[in-house]
């Protein structure tokens, strides 16, 4: 807002500090009167923050303010009126009176908004709503759904209409505009998200519930007496991939978490290395590593039992609630309203607990990050082939996810016009990088063919095939967008790992096939929330309400599922319906106060 001079613009002005104070502040006294109450407070930072956003944009306000009072203590005074044409005093002592305390009321509150705007530690006190953050994600969703679905249909019509070059053209020019006016508005959304205090709050959010998360993990893994711990024995040598087998580790650990077990795992003759996890990763436990007990039962056994052993999840009976996709009810208030995709960034939790780099580890990423270049702004492409394609997911070609990539980067100049495009390419196929360098020579390809091609299923399980696929995983995650096929775990895991990054990095992605989803999951629910007449005959009727099991989203503005109630599958419009957080109780971890953060 700029501030143009002028009397009535002063008052005006002044006036409007009256309202929000007088709105924010002079409401009646209700249930909310308590000073104690937390929505209280809340309205009062609320109060704060608004006029904090004021008062740095134009500092004139308080000229105004001043002049205003003065203006209204001589009215006081002499009885004069004012020759504002806005206020209409009627001389009234009792209104004037009643005008200047609320004047000087609001002096006080642009002091106090000075004071928050002068803090410069990075804390804010600002507390968006849960509802409030539900529905700003709620039209960014839908934007890029809209998106989706008007760039698909138009598509089709350019199809019909191949032999008319003229119609042709013109669709060509409405997807190139489209898709323009689609970057601004998402340029928009994305600042919106950090006005007044949220992109701080979040930012300080994430990180109280992350170090939250981290100490109980801590605790659970560090018990006081090993001896006499209760403990659940996990395998990692799972019959499949490495991506396969640290998600097997995370259910493993979600369980021990669940039933208030420290976790031991078993890696000798691991498949990838025969010295086990600790030869690459730190140890689970700095204390309690022992497999050791007094009583031993399979899955479940009793509360009693010291020693529990876990099988599989595939294989895994009297399976309990709080599996994945769900996530701890203690936490679930703040998770969902924090992050766009709660589950992802609990399994990244998890991840974060148990990836830590033994030095040596740590030492070949920092040389590797060094000798590749890694650099950002930069986009992660999984180019996931040999063994996979064909027999559990489709070919695509490097030129699709190419254009993802092409993207992001033409959204990104648009405000860094200069920016190099760079890619980390990782592929368990050589030829991949190879292809791409020739193909988009605009592009800086980083990534190492050598690594590729320890991938190959011949050389997998080796020594070094595990030290590329750690270093793979650890750059992807690092990236600012990740273009792949979530129905390979080694992009899920990177996508997992990258929400522990950021405060919500829940939309950096594109999957050229699946939706994020963890292996073995619990359903994965949306809910109804406007009516749907079926326009073809494979489209569902909705109801609100309804809840649908969701397969996967076809990225075209039509997700695929089965409507629970009237057990029908087929297709339906994606931005009829929101997510359905699955909420399981967890055991209640006792937090040290000091460690539990703001808002818990
Ligand atoms: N270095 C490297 N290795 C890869 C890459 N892609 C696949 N691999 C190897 O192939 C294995 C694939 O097995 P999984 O980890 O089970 O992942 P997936 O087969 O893609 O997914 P699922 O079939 O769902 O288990 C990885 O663990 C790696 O060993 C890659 O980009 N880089
Ligand atoms: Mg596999």
Redesign the pocket.
Known sequence: MRWVGGWAWRVGGALGIIWLVGVALLAPPGPLSSTSDPHLSERLHRAVQELDVLKRQNDDIRQALQDFTQQVKSLNSDGAEVAANTVKTNSNPAVVAELQRKLEHAQRMLQQADVTAERKSGFSDFTPSLEFELTRRQVEKGVQEMWWYTCDQLHQLRKKVEMHTEAKEHIDQILEEGLDHTRVIQYDMTKLSKLDGLGTWREQEAADLSNLVQRRLHDLQNPPDCSKAKKLVCNLNKG????????HVVYCFIVAYGTKRTLILKSRGWR?NKNGWEDVFRPLSDSCISPNGNTHSHWPGTNDTQVLDLPIIDTLSQRPPFLPLAIPKDLSDRLTRLHGDPAAWWVGQFLKYMLKPQPKTQDMLDNLAETLGFQKPIVGV???????VGT??AFHSIDEYMGHVESYFTTLKMTQPDVVKRVYL???DPTVITEAQKKFPDYTFIGDSN??R??A?AT??TDA??K??????HF?SLTDHLVC?F???????AYEIMQSFHPDASGFFRSLDDIYYY?GQNAHNQRVRFPHTPRRSDELSLIPGDIVGIAGNHWDGYSKGMNRRTRQNGLYPSYKVEEVVDIADFPIYADNQNQKGRGA
Do not use: P, W
């Not at 999984?382 to 996979?388: A, F, I, L, N, S």
């Open positions: 499949c991939g490495y991506g396969c087998q640290i998600h990838y999984h180019v996931r082939r040999t063994d996979k559990e997911a990782a592929s368990d690594i590729a320890t991938a299923v997998r399980y095939s595990l590329g696929i750690i270093a793979d995983v992807l096929t129905s390979s775990q080694v992009c899920r895991i292996g």
